[in-house]
């Protein structure tokens, strides 16, 4: 069975940092995009960050650029959400979700992430003083 589970959520200070594990098993990263997604109370879910996992090209929306880092270790079969400087509004349910894909039938990284085929159950994040 082909799935993806996050992990590494919590609750920070302001300042503070996280990382997220998105774990996939049943298929192989190498042939997949990972996106990374988040709901927060009252407002649409939002699709932040995504990662070919066969080259490595990423994509940040300016929410998060210059705050949070997504990798891949295909040795592993995860990828990672480095999330720095996080700030109130950063809290959310944050989810993974992959993607099967050929990488040259798309232009732009962010395209690869649409309409995944897998999604995580979520992980909560919280960021308080």
């Known amino acids: 069975q082909s799935r993806v589970v996050e992990s590494g959520g919590g609750s920070v200070q302001p300042g503070g940092s996280l990382r997220l594990s998105c774990a996939a098993s049943?298929?192989?990263?190498?042939?997949?995009?990972i996106g990374w997604f988040r709901k927060a109370p009252g407002k649409e879910r939002e699709g932040f960050s995504c990662i070919s996992c066969s080259d490595g090209r990423t994509y940040y929306a300016d929410s998060v650029k210059g705050r949070f880092t997504i990798s891949r270790d295909n040795a592993k079969n995860t990828v990672y959400l480095q999330m720095n400087s996080l700030k109130p509004e950063d809290t959310a349910v944050y989810y993974c979700?992959?993607?099967?894909?050929?990488?040259?039938?798309?232009?732009?990284?962010?395209?690869?992430?649409?309409?995944?085929?897998?999604w995580g159950q979520g992980t909560q994040v919280t960021v308080s003083s």
């Open positions: 049943g298929f192989s990263l190498d042939y997949y995009a």
């Open positions: 979700a992959a993607r099967r894909i050929f990488p040259q039938h798309f232009t732009t990284v962010q395209a690869m992430c649409v309409r995944p085929d897998y």
